[in-house]
C-alpha cells in the first residue's frame, strides 16, 4: 500500500474456478486468505446442497459468514467481560491488602 493508492495493489484470487483482481486495504497474504475462506463456504454449501442457484448459494454462504462473524464478536465481548471481571476483582483483592 502507497500514499499514493490507498487501496493496495491488486491481488488476482480465484473462487469457485474463476479468478478476480481486487484491491484492498488489507495485505496480499490476507485478501488470498480471505478469498480461500469465501471459496471454502462457498464449496460447503455446494456439497451439502446440491443443484442450487449460484445466486442462492451465495446468499447462503453470505450468511454463514455472517453467522461467523458475529459468533467471534459474541465470544469477544464475552472475553473482555470476564477480563473486566477478573481485574475489578484483583483491584479489589490488593486493595484490601494493602488498607
Known amino acids: 500500500m502507497t500514499l499514493e ?15 478476480y483482481a481486487v484491491r484492498g486495504p488489507d495485505d496480499r497474504k ?9 471459496d471454502k463456504k ?9 443443484g442450487l442457484s ?21 465470544e469477544k465481548e464475552d472475553l473482555l467481560a470476564e477480563i473486566n471481571n477478573r481485574s475489578r476483582r484483583l483491584i479489589q483483592s490488593l486493595n484490601t491488602v494493602l488498607k
Open 5 to 19: 493508492d490507498p487501496m493496495g495493489e491488486k491481488v488476482k484470487i480465484k473462487i469457485r474456478d474463476r479468478e
Open 42 to 50: 462457498l464449496e460447503e454449501i455446494d456439497d451439502t446442497k446440491r
Open 54 to 74: 449460484d445466486d442462492k448459494t451465495a446468499v447462503l454462504a453470505a450468511l454463514d459468514i455472517a453467522g461467523d462473524y458475529f459468533q467471534v464478536i459474541k
Open 30 to 38: 490476507q485478501i488470498l486468505k480471505v478469498a480461500a475462506y469465501v
